[in-house]
């Protein structure tokens, strides 16, 4: 991959931000979208929160897809060849698992990461190449999220779509809808997609989850705050803000925010902005939404697929759910 391929998207990231950050911080209750966490540190951030005891949902999910990839597999594409593509594919750490069995069915597996992050892909991309010669890697930098095509493929070939990690989680159950109807219109029939999604248990689990002892998912949070003040000029001061992760019963949903420990004033000179905190004000950065019993198969359903499958775990604390296209 050529950094050159990416120049364009980095402008498109910087617009984007100053937009999403001036709607967010001039709304009545400040937000910040999610997306936003994962800059170089952020990302590095996350992938240390992924190994925590508390936070259950990459080991637990990996323990799905490890146990099952095979049935997976066989499920989504019976004999026909199969081609993987993953959204949001980071460092594809679990994706290993679902190639390995890829392999086990057939000679050589076309492999398409799609990711916003080029350091993140490149790295990836790097790796799987190294230990999985059989598996053809044709990365993408792209913004599923605003943007989504697949690379074309034979008529007899099958896509399997790859969202797992619980991603669907940090989006609003309307955006969820709209962001699968828009893969469901890139896929041909036959063609699935394999969701991994967190669900609703034990109040004070899912709270650790999102408040780990060593304090990893706080600075992951304030780091928001510190690539503010590096793309647009602004000058927080991250310990001015505690932060916070609550359960919300009601919308099924864990929230983070950042709390503002005194009056203060942020400037933003990019955006040529100045935000008043008040004490005890809180920036809301983050929804992670928990599926019920059958709540993932709803949403699939809503988004123009057939449910096929759901794997989970013996405690059942996350599920991976198969939809096809029919
Ligand atoms: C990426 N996403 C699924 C994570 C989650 O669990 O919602 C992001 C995260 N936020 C705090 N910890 C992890």
Not at 152 to 171: D, K, M, Q, T
Request: aromatic share 8%.
């Amino acid at each position: 991959m050529t950094a050159q391929v990416v120049l364009p998207l980095v402008d498109a990231v910087l617009d984007r931000v100053a937009d999403d950050v001036r709607r967010g911080l001039t709304a009545p209750s400040k937000s910040l979208p999610p997306w936003l966490f994962y800059d170089e540190a952020g990302s590095r951030l996350f992938e240390l929160i992924t190994d925590l005891p508390e936070y259950y949902l990459t080991r637990t999910e990996r323990s799905i897809l490890a146990k099952n990839a095979t049935a997976i597999l066989t499920a989504a594409c019976h004999d026909q060849p199969l081609r993987i593509v993953e959204l949001g594919a980071g460092s594809a750490a679990k994706t290993r698992l679902l190639l390995q069995a890829g392999l086990d069915r057939q000679p050589s597996v076309v492999y398409e990461p799609i990711d916003v992050s080029f350091t993140a892909l490149e790295s990836a991309c790097r790796q799987i190449e190294g230990e999985m010669p059989r598996v053809e890697v044709v990365p993408r930098v792209i913004d599923y999220t605003c943007e989504l095509d697949f690379e074309p493929c034979g008529s007899h070939e099958r896509r399997l779509v790859l969202y797992i990690g619980s991603s669907i989680g940090n989006f609003e159950p309307d955006e969820a809808i709209r962001l699968l109807h828009r893969i469901r219109s890139r896929l041909r029939p036959g063609d699935g997609l394999l969701l991994g999604v967190d669900l609703v248990k034990d109040r004070n689990m899912l709270l650790a989850a999102y408040d780990d002892a060593e304090g990893v998912t706080a600075a992951f949070n304030r780091n928001v705050l510190v690539r503010l003040n590096r793309e647009l000029g602004a000058d927080f001061d991250p310990g001015a803000f505690a932060h916070r992760a609550h359960w919300n019963p009601f919308a099924s949903r864990i929230e983070m925010h950042l709390e503002s420990l005194c009056a203060q004033v942020v400037r933003l000179a990019a955006l040529d902005l100045e935000v008043e905190f008040a004490a005890g004000e809180t920036l809301h950065t983050e929804n992670s939404y928990k599926f019920p019993p059958g709540g993932a198969e709803a949403l699939l359903s809503a988004s123009g697929f057939t449910p096929v499958f759901t794997w989970t775990d013996p405690r059942q604390w996350f599920a991976v759910c198969l939809g096809r296209a029919e």
